[in-house]
């Protein structure tokens, strides 16, 4: 089925520095979305995005990220500067719709933090 | 807000046996329920998904009925087989056109042959 690709899979970075997660959602869908994973623990909302703007993000969405998608280009996570609870596995996903749309996750970027 | 709570794992089975996760929400809206599958290395991939209270969802002999009196949305399945090994979410879409998926904290299955 269509997929979601995550670029990097893995990124090391030192703490203070810049990083950006990149995402290429499913080709026709409209709604991405990034959700963050701490090793082992629960999957949970940062942030959605629809028609260029942010649609709602949650309070783990700190002033440090920021979300953006340039015509045609990729859906990206950029986090500046990184902290280290930043360290996290971070999943892209987008949908066709919002509400009862079939979500399809990317395989995550593992990023750490040091 | 939402909220989602399931089983606490890791659930150890033997091939062959039943299997039962139990999901609970908390919505004021009019959810979407679903089941995700999450292998290592992976993404949640959607197992399936119910949008209407008192239908039942399947798929690779997994269900679960959304049960709107009780808030609950269990996960069955009759007889387990190694490659069912996983972490399973239970997750709630709330509503609106730009809802978000909320999950569970997930359980996760070892199956044992």
């Known amino acids: 089925g269509p997929k979601v690709l995550q670029i990097p899979s893995h990124q090391i970075i030192d703490m203070g520095q810049m990083v950006t997660l990149n995402c290429d959602p499913v080709?026709?869908?409209?709604?991405f979305y990034w959700y963050k994973q701490i090793l082992g623990q629960q999957m949970e909302f940062l942030v959605n995005f629809y028609n260029g703007k942010v649609m709602e993000k949650s309070k783990l969405f700190k002033d440090q990220f920021s979300v953006e998608r340039p015509d045609g280009s990729y859906f990206t996570l950029k986090i500046q500067p990184t902290a280290l609870e930043d360290s996290a596995v971070y999943f892209c996903?987008?949908?066709?719709?919002?509400?009862?749309?079939?979500?399809?996750f990317g395989s995550g970027t593992r990023l750490l933090v040091i | 807000g939402d909220s989602v709570t399931q089983t606490e794992g890791p659930v150890t089975l033997s091939e062959g046996t039943s299997l039962t996760v139990n999901c609970s929400y908390e919505?004021?809206?009019?959810?979407?329920l679903f089941w995700y599958v999450q292998y290592p290395g992976e993404g949640p991939q959607l197992l399936f998904k119910?949008?209407?209270?008192?239908e039942k969802g399947s798929n690779r002999g997994f269900e679960a009925t959304y049960n709107k009196e009780a808030t609950s949305f269990h996960l069955q399945k009759a007889s387990v087989q190694e490659s069912d090994s996983a972490v399973y979410y239970c997750?709630?879409?709330?509503?609106?056109?730009?809802?978000?998926?909320?999950f569970g904290k997930g359980t996760k299955l070892s199956v044992k042959s």
């Open positions: 997750a709630l879409s709330g509503g609106g056109s730009n809802a978000k998926l909320t």
């Open positions: 080709s026709n869908h409209l709604y």
């Open positions: 996903a987008s949908s066709l719709q919002g509400r009862d749309s079939d979500y399809t």
């Open positions: 919505t004021k809206q009019y959810p979407t």
């Open positions: 119910v949008p209407k209270a008192n």
